[in-house]
């Protein structure tokens, strides 16, 4: 049986795992009690904050339920945030831990701060400095000085630097800004990317080792290219010892090229061998890097349902997990780097697109690849919908997307 095969079987053994957990809990009267006591024990200490009006809100909420076999099938079907299988969070935080304070270069502008929130039995909750501020805008223009000068602009008030780099076509399909034909195509729609300097001047002024940075990179057919060019320039201005300390992203994905967006530039199995190269380096070389985002969206866009890009997201990922643990490398030091990006639109499917994915990507990578927690976590960016939106209906478009942001949120 495939790898895909058996990820399929596991899923369907889960299940049958789930319906055997409620009966027990419905006729093992000790079991169901530790059931209900830890569900009653969880419920007591959801944080609680404070809407702008003042009124509690729990951060986390639970289903109204008191009967062990319910409460069975809610544990173990979908699990609390930060449990297996992570229908509902793959983390607990921002759920069940703290709420984190954090606080602007400007001190929150002078005005006073808000009321803490309170939790359980209206003691204060413990405050927590968060250093991260994870704001990260596509960008990407013309040459690598003003896409630079960009960089600093949008970054210039933040407390971490989080970049999102746009390529233009020719970089995207391997080419030079001095090949035949492209010369109208460069710098549009992203920045021009050549050489090792260019790259250099792209980044310029950032400290690329630093904690408080990471640059994205939105990249598949020619990314083992633009990851040398990446790492070179790294080198160059903080010297080899900097290459660990890289943190970041690649989009890297393969599959979806051939599926979807269609900016191949070798056959694909050179492709996915090159690909296994680079994921094979990152992986020993730089522990902080993501090598590949397992992209969904680019598939939604082109016109799949909800539950085909699903189903191709996932597939794509379980055949890139089957590559790289193919090539020895281990599945607990290159799972825990996969990311997934997804797309979210109006169809009433969306609402559960990531918390079904994160659920069975769980349960195959544990049951069939024998992968430890950080690796069975499905971590994802959304996105929505470019295609929902109609030109002649741009003022339409504003609650598209918003009512797109709600499903997203919900997920």
Not at 347 to 376: C, H, K, N, P, T
Request: contains cysteine.
């Amino acid at each position: 049986m495939s790898k895909l095969g058996q990820v399929v079987e596991s899923v369907e053994n889960y299940n049958k795992f789930v319906l055997d957990q409620v009966k027990r809990a419905r006729t093992d009267q000790k079991f169901g009690r530790d059931l209900l006591g830890r569900w009653n024990d969880t419920r007591a200490k959801i944080p609680v904050t404070r809407t702008p009006t003042g009124l509690p809100l729990p951060r986390l909420a639970l289903p109204e339920i008191d009967e062990p076999g319910e409460i069975a099938r809610f544990i173990f079907g979908e699990g609390l945030p930060g449990e297996f299988p992570y229908l509902n969070a793959a983390y607990p935080e921002m759920y069940l831990e703290p709420v984190r304070e954090i606080e602007s270069f400007e001190k929150n502008n002078g005005r006073a701060r808000p009321e803490p929130a309170r939790r359980g039995e209206g003691a204060p909750e413990k405050k927590l400095t968060q250093p991260e501020e994870p704001t990260r805008l596509f960008s990407g223009l013309m040459l690598a000085e003003d896409t630079n000068e960009r960089f600093h602009y949008l970054t210039r008030h933040q407390r971490t630097h989080r970049l999102s780099t746009a390529f233009d076509g020719p970089t995207l399909y391997g080419l030079d800004s001095d090949a035949d034909g492209v010369f109208g195509k460069i710098g549009e729609g992203g920045v021009a990317i050549d050489t090792v300097e260019d790259m250099v001047r792209l980044y310029d002024g950032f400290d690329l080792g630093s904690p408080n940075f990471s640059a994205s990179m939105t990249i598949s057919g020619p990314a083992p290219m633009i990851m040398a060019m990446y790492i070179a320039a790294a080198k160059r201005r903080f010297g080899p010892k900097v290459v660990p300390k890289l943190r970041g992203t690649v989009q890297a994905d393969i599959f979806k090229e051939v599926q979807a967006q269609n900016e191949t530039i070798f056959p694909i199995e050179p492709s996915l061998r090159f690909l296994t190269d680079m994921v094979e380096f990152t992986t020993r070389e730089m522990p902080r890097w993501y090598p590949i985002s397992i992209s969904g969206y680019h598939i939604g866009e082109a016109g799949s349902t909800p539950v085909q890009q699903a189903a191709y997201t996932l597939s794509n990922g379980f055949a890139y997990a089957e590559m790289f643990a193919a090539r020895g490398i281990p599945v607990d030091q290159f799972g825990p780097r996969l990311s997934f990006f997804l797309d979210c639109g109006l169809d009433a499917e969306y609402i559960a697109l990531a918390r079904v994915s994160r659920r069975i990507w769980a349960i195959g990578m544990r049951d069939v690849f024998d992968a430890g927690r950080r690796a069975q976590l499905f971590k994802l960016h959304t996105q929505t919908s470019g295609r929902s939106l109609i030109a002649a209906e741009f003022k339409n478009n504003l609650t598209r997307t918003a009512t797109e942001l709600i499903l997203s949120y919900m997920n």
